[in-house]
């Protein structure tokens, strides 16, 4: 649909998600512009922009539009392209490597599904990420709508699931459940509760991922596991998920209050090298 500022939002899918037409990212975004972005984050879940060529600047001036761009450094951050030094709160999603070491903050191969920052108290709100290189095939990146999940459910499921909280624990080697060693100490967890509701939208979504969701507090192990195993298959139906095939340039945003999403595996003799920022809620 058109707008009077002259974007255009096409739908990607009849879940979720919407491509933004008439954007320049390497402009200055004008308020009317940015207002009407902040209306299509809440009611889309997902912004792609074709954004050929941006650099990292661009891409903050963006992320900014829809919160506070975080800025925190870790180990792995590596110098951008054309850039003296790393930007703070600039990672890549990547199996590029220098020296030996990977260049990118997570491992190959699929990702089970998650919420950005769900091992935190103060989970991200949003994820930006842009494609900079792309494998001949696979690495979509999958996401579920967990307000549509929520609505799905009957009203006996819903009554139950109100007011239980679940216990996150997020190992940065992990893509997969499995692969998470729950009783390890070092690693971050957070607690939250199991339906949340949208801080724009007021809505409530399911919030767990079966890549990060460990527990539900106050359950016997046995039944917290089995409701688990029942509500992430539920999440997961196709009916709830899009898959974005990526193109060079596309910059995506997604909403982590909402959503959760997965990566596909792609051949590892090829590269794939996407950067990412984050937003949080503001102070």
């Not at 829809?66 to 951008?80: I, K, M, P, S």
């Not at 998650?114 to 989970?123: I, K, L, M, Q, T």
């Not at 080697?173 to 509760?193: G, I, K, M, N, V």
């Not at 974005?244 to 982590?256: A, C, E, P, R």
Request: charged residues 25%.
């Amino acid at each position: 649909m058109g707008s009077a500022t002259g974007l255009d939002f096409e739908p990607l899918s009849s879940v979720l998600g919407a491509r933004v037409r008439g954007l320049d990212l390497k402009r200055p975004i004008e308020p009317a512009v940015q207002n009407e972005l902040r209306q299509a984050f809440s009611q889309y879940g997902v912004l792609c922009v074709p954004a050929p060529g941006i650099d990292i600047e661009d891409q903050i001036r963006y992320a900014s539009v829809f919160g506070n761009v975080d800025g925190e450094g870790n180990g792995q951050l590596r110098f951008a392209e054309g850039e003296k030094r790393p930007k703070r709160g600039v990672m890549f999603v990547s199996n590029l490597r220098e020296n030996g070491d990977l260049v990118g903050v997570l491992p190959d191969g699929e990702m089970h599904f998650h919420s950005d920052g769900a091992h935190r108290e103060r989970p991200y709100r949003g994820t930006t990420l842009y494609a900079l290189i792309l494998p001949s095939r696979g690495g979509e990146t999958k996401f579920a709508n967990l307000t549509a999940a929520y609505e799905a459910l009957d009203s006996a499921m819903q009554q139950r699931l109100e007011g239980l909280q679940c216990r996150f624990v997020y190992d940065v080697r992990a893509t997969l459940r499995h692969q998470t060693d729950e009783s390890d100490d070092a690693l971050s967890t957070a607690t939250h509760f199991l339906v949340r509701r949208h801080s724009d939208t007021g809505k409530p979504a399911l919030y767990l991922s079966r890549l990060m969701t460990r527990s539900i507090v106050g359950l016997e192990k046995a039944e917290s596991d089995a409701l688990l195993a029942r509500l992430f298959d539920h999440c997961e139906e196709e009916r709830f998920v899009y898959a974005h095939s990526w193109q060079l340039g596309d910059l995506l945003l997604w909403d982590n209050r909402c959503l959760n999403h997965a990566r596909n595996d792609f051949p590892s003799e090829e590269q794939r090298h996407l950067r990412r920022v984050t937003v949080s809620d503001p102070a």
